[in-house]
């Protein structure tokens, strides 16, 4: 008998707490260790790898979700697993080199790489969510845990009601009397008002404040500075590079002594350079069309050369950079977001 996986409702939500909590544990951790010089935890031949701490804290977390139910363990769960895989991928550098070196350069590359995974994992769960009646019946259940807790909304219940006759009207004949049975509990239960969380309120407002910028004239002022700023930085970092190749002292400053040598240095210069060419192609071309009052087309060459970016020349950028290169990671995916934001809304008249 074979076994069926269905989909939870909430699998998207629970990788973005993963994500975001992973990614916040390795940056702070990161900023740590920079600030400190790297200190050694342990004496003599012992040396505690922050990598064990952060298998630990993947083990708790998972055990959270094991013992304890309902939605805040499962988002405790996935908190305190995100931390602690934050920390375990940051010694990602000592598992691929034979001399264990944490600052192996295309480490954090190889980190990002696992991010951006991620990110691709929460966007195609964010996609619509089966509608089929096995996947209904067992999203009603989950709310059953809200019953018990006496903490069904009004939004939650009506939802599940909604639910329950989709899978009256598409379900088997055991579905549909399971149905009818929930739809009865369901319909008997008293929906109490959402309470206000102050974090929640905030983040929307931020998220409409945002939204609003880019439907004003000073989103094509925004977009024409990240042509410009992308295009000239993208130049200015080839020509830090390529000095590297030549004559140190000349470009001492740019380059802080550091030599720029080996056969995987040029591969990733090469690939940095062609992937922020495209990049800049595409910028300019949004702009060309912004110019030319077609700003539907502008727009989508503005989103393509933010995903090269965000996809492809951030890959690149943090092999030579590393921590330097969130801040434009950050940027651009703000940017993709609103751009999104204002075709959804069909704002595009600015």
């Known amino acids: 008998m074979g076994i069926r996986l269905v989909r939870r409702e909430d699998a998207s939500e629970m990788v973005l707490m993963v994500m975001v909590s992973a990614i916040t544990a390795l940056m702070s951790l990161r900023i740590y260790l920079e ?3 790297y200190p050694r935890i342990g004496r003599g031949i012992w040396h505690i790898s ?3 701490t952060g298998g630990l804290v993947m083990a708790a977390g998972q055990l959270v979700n094991l013992i304890w139910h309902g939605d805040r363990a499962r988002k405790i769960s996935a ?5 602690g895989f934050g920390w375990f991928i940051d010694e990602l550098g000592k598992y691929i080199t034979t001399d264990y070196d944490y600052l192996f350069k295309p480490a954090f590359s190889f980190i990002y790489i696992v991010f951006v995974l991620l990110f691709l994992l929460y966007w195609w769960l964010e996609r619509e969510f089966p509608k089929d009646p096995r996947t209904l019946t067992y999203q009603v259940l989950n709310q059953l845990e809200d019953i018990a807790d006496n903490n069904l909304t009004k939004p939650e219940k009506d939802k599940a009601l909604t639910n329950l006759k989709l899978i009256s009207s598409k379900g088997t004949e055991e579905s549909r009397l399971l149905a009818r049975r929930l739809h009865r509990i369901v319909e008997e239960t008293e929906a109490k008002e959402e309470g206000k969380n102050r974090l929640k309120t905030w983040w929307k407002k931020m998220g409409r404040l945002w939204y609003a910028a880019f439907k004003k004239r000073l989103f094509q002022f925004l977009l024409i500075v990240v042509a410009v700023v992308f295009t000239t930085g993208s130049l200015i ?3 830090r590079l390529l000095s590297r190749f030549g004559n140190r002292e000349i470009f001492d400053y740019w380059t802080e002594g550091k030599e720029l040598l080996t056969r995987a240095d040029i591969n990733m210069f090469t690939f940095k350079t062609v992937a922020d060419g495209a990049a800049s192609t595409l910028y300019l ?3 060309f069309w912004i110019f030319r009052r077609n700003k539907i087309l502008g727009i989508n060459y503005f989103q393509y050369g933010l995903t090269v970016n965000i996809f492809l020349s951030s890959v690149f950028k943090f092999y030579f950079e590393q921590l330097g290169a969130v801040a434009g990671v950050l940027s651009s995916a703000l940017i993709l977001v609103g751009l999104s934001q204002l075709k959804k809304d069909g704002s595009i008249e600015v």
């Open 237 to 239: 970092d080839s020509v």
């Open 50 to 52: 922050h990598a064990l």
């Open 285 to 287: 071309a949004g702009l």
């Open 79 to 83: 908190v305190i697993f995100g931390i």
């Open 35 to 37: 600030l400190t010089d």
